[in-house]
């Protein structure tokens, strides 16, 4: 047992009964470095990582390995999702020395965290032309023993690049309709016509970029843009990225056609898609994108939500395939053989042609991920019910996927947001309590008495480290759109408790521009700043995002203000990279449309308040935010002094410091809402 015993990380913990003499990153890891003179190596991984498992199980948990880098370096070990700071540090001198990066991630630092060797996975013997872990280390630990100067030159060069490293963050204005429709200019020239999405393969889901695209239609109309997002989320939908038997989307696809994933499956992905289908289903009344979104809602709660209340981090893509062998896929994957088992030889024929299972397999060892293919005929509704509900109920007796049971605070967010909306649009309190449920577990154990977050948790038990910005402004998210729908003054509370911490700790006064870390953060040989969206929306982003909203809400001008300042890299990045601004665009469109702000007074019992608090949930104004309360109530500064219309519930609607007439018909207010910014 090492010292990773004790942590709260489910990736560490796997990692406890290494032969490996691990140590959390700590100061005292590297202040024994320098007392034994010895480099650090260090290992950064995630929990359901595949090639994370594959070097661990063929290098640190090997006696002769283990005892190899016990005796020549300290080694130091990392969960990426715990400590997104470190891995971003490091990672950005992975791919400035090599070109490329991803997990697991292996560098080599002097004494005082300063790299000077970088690399990936490496294999127990050399293979492709990679050189062996061994020969890695001994390469290492002879350059180290015989070169020391050389390579603390090396290593202290690279950390002032590093240093150095300046972006730039465009203009201080806030990105306009040229930006945004050089954004979607750009998206259209990387669009995958045949197939849906962008770019070629691997092919990962663009939540974020499809967000962008229904404001953008939302606002101008652009029937392109929809189309774009229509088209990306039906192939997703229909291909093997979507589990289709019980719900939720794996992390990516390792092929253009979206037919073999990846297969673990993040929270964040599933709470970014969910809220995406969501709002597609509004923009659109698809009965496909209502389907997906309450089946991933229903997974995100089913499959990975705590005893405590919050969501577990992700299902491992690997399981046991029954023969004792781990391996990806297996819990997912059918044969024709495996269908005639558990459905008989009809269902099996009628499963095979409806899902996509051929005897050649379209996975590995003849296996087949299912898929609902386009094709001709009409099958029977209720027979292909039986056979999901026969081939879920088999699948469940499989050796299921391990699951990392940390709850991470920013993805925790985004799931609050997404199930809180999905809940409201249909009819679904037991979703909306989910959200109230997770956003409570974030108030009592990851927020302190200064509002100050915790990134992770456990069991119950906050983890150790400090919140960066994409936690506060991720939860902000999920607390203001908590107020959209429930109307309770609360969470608008503790959103700005969180975004009060943005301005003071993560805002450059003097620029705007936002750092990933508080300034009393631990010091890192760099202090991480990244504002593209990538896996999830950027700290960044997702601020600017936070704070528009909020001050739509309550009319705060500094929180405004930092949500335009913070805009300007979007002017700069959106015709140029939009795949990796898409949350920003969207933030953008928000901008430009105001945000409309939305007020309904009535009386929490009347069906005439309830028809007008519906019709501003279905509005597709991008980013509208709505406050719903009873009439004198000081709950939502929206409001104050908004009084009944004739004695009935009526809704208010503003933007850019002008209102619209009050109305009470859920008609014209819907109207209001659905009406294009020109």
């Known amino acids: 047992m090492n010292r990773l015993a004790h942590e709260t990380s489910p990736y560490l913990l796997q990692h406890a009964d290494n032969p490996v003499d691990w140590w959390p990153w700590s100061a005292e890891a590297f202040d024994e470095a320098r007392r034994s003179n010895r480099p650090v190596l260090l290992s950064v991984g995630y929990s359901s990582c595949h090639w994370c498992h594959v070097m661990a199980h063929e290098s640190f948990e090997d006696a002769e390995t283990a005892a190899y880098l016990n005796e020549h370096f300290v080694s130091v070990k990392v969960d990426r999702e715990e400590r997104p700071d470190v891995d971003a540090v490091y990672m950005e001198a992975v791919q400035a020395a090599t070109g490329q990066g991803g997990w697991p991630m292996t560098v080599f630092l002097t004494p005082d965290a300063e790299p000077f060797y970088f690399g990936t996975y490496f294999p127990p013997e050399p293979r492709h032309g990679m050189a062996s872990f061994r020969q890695v280390l001994e390469g290492v630990s002879g350059a180290w023993a015989d070169r020391r100067d050389e390579v603390t030159e090396v290593a202290g060069k690279i950390t002032r690049d590093l240093a150095e490293r300046e972006m730039s963050f465009g203009d201080s204005r806030v990105p306009g309709e040229e930006e945004l429709a050089g954004a979607l200019l750009g998206l259209t020239r990387d669009y995958d016509a045949a197939r849906g999405g962008f770019g070629g393969a691997p092919k990962f889901p663009p939540s974020m970029v499809i967000e962008f695209l229904l404001r953008h239609h939302a606002r101008t109309g652009s029937e392109g843009a929809l189309q774009m997002a229509v088209d990306t989320c039906e192939r997703m939908a229909r291909g093997g990225l979507y589990d289709q038997l019980g719900g939720g989307f794996a992390r990516y696809s390792v092929d253009r056609e979206w037919v073999v994933p990846h297969f673990e499956k993040m929270l964040y992905d599933n709470a970014l898609l969910c809220r995406v289908y969501a709002h597609l289903w509004r923009s659109t009344g698809s009965e496909l994108a209502r389907q997906v979104a309450l089946e991933t809602a229903d997974f995100m709660v089913r499959e990975l939500r705590t005893n405590e209340g919050g969501f577990a981090s992700a299902l491992d893509a690997d399981s046991d395939d029954g023969s004792g062998r781990h391996v990806e896929g297996a819990y997912y994957v059918w044969t024709p053989g495996q269908l005639r088992e558990v459905l008989g030889d009809a269902d099996a024929e009628l499963a095979a ?197 909020y001050s739509a809400q309550t009319g705060a001008e500094p929180h405004r203000t930092a949500a335009e300042r913070a805009l300007g890299v979007v002017k700069a990045l959106g015709p140029r990279a939009p795949r990796f601004i898409g949350w920003g665009l969207a933030v953008a469109e928000a901008l430009l449309d105001g945000p409309r702000e939305v007020a309904v007074v009535g009386e929490g019992g009347d069906p005439a308040t309830t028809a007008l608090r519906r019709a501003a949930l279905m509005g597709t104004a991008p980013g509208a935010v709505l406050a719903v309360g009873e009439p004198g109530g000081d709950e939502l500064p929206l409001l104050s002094g908004r009084p009944l219309v004739d004695g009935k519930p009526a809704a208010y609607v503003c933007r850019n410091f002008v209102c619209d007439v009050p109305t009470t018909d859920p008609d014209r207010l819907r109207e209001a809402l659905n009406s294009r910014n020109t």
């Open 353 to 549: 042609q409806y899902f996509g299972v051929t005897e050649e397999g379209t996975f590995e060892e003849g296996a087949s991920v299912l898929q609902l293919p386009q094709q001709e005929g009409v099958f029977d509704a209720d027979r292909i019910a039986s056979v999901r509900e026969r081939l879920l109920a088999s699948r469940a007796g499989r050796p299921a996927p391990g699951r990392d049971d940390k709850v991470v605070a920013a993805w925790n967010g985004l799931a609050v947001a997404a199930l809180a909306e999905t809940g409201a649009y249909f009819g679904r309190p037991d979703l909306v309590e989910a959200a109230i449920g997770a956003a409570d577990l974030l108030v009592r154990l990851h927020m302190d008495d200064r509002a100050r977050l915790a990134r992770t948790s456990k069991d119950g038990r906050a983890g150790a480290h400090a919140g960066v910005l994409e936690d506060y402004a991720d939860v902000a998210e999920g607390f203001l759109a908590l107020t959209s729908v429930t109307g309770e003054g609360v969470w608008l509370q503790f959103a700005g408790f969180l975004l009060d911490h943005v301005l003071a700790q993560f805002t450059d006064t003097e620029s705007g521009a936002l750092y990933d870390t508080a300034a009393d953060a631990e010091r890192l040989i760099r202090r991480p700043q990244d504002p593209t969206d990538n896996a999830t929306p950027s700290g960044w982003s997702a601020a600017a995002g936070a704070l528009l909203s």
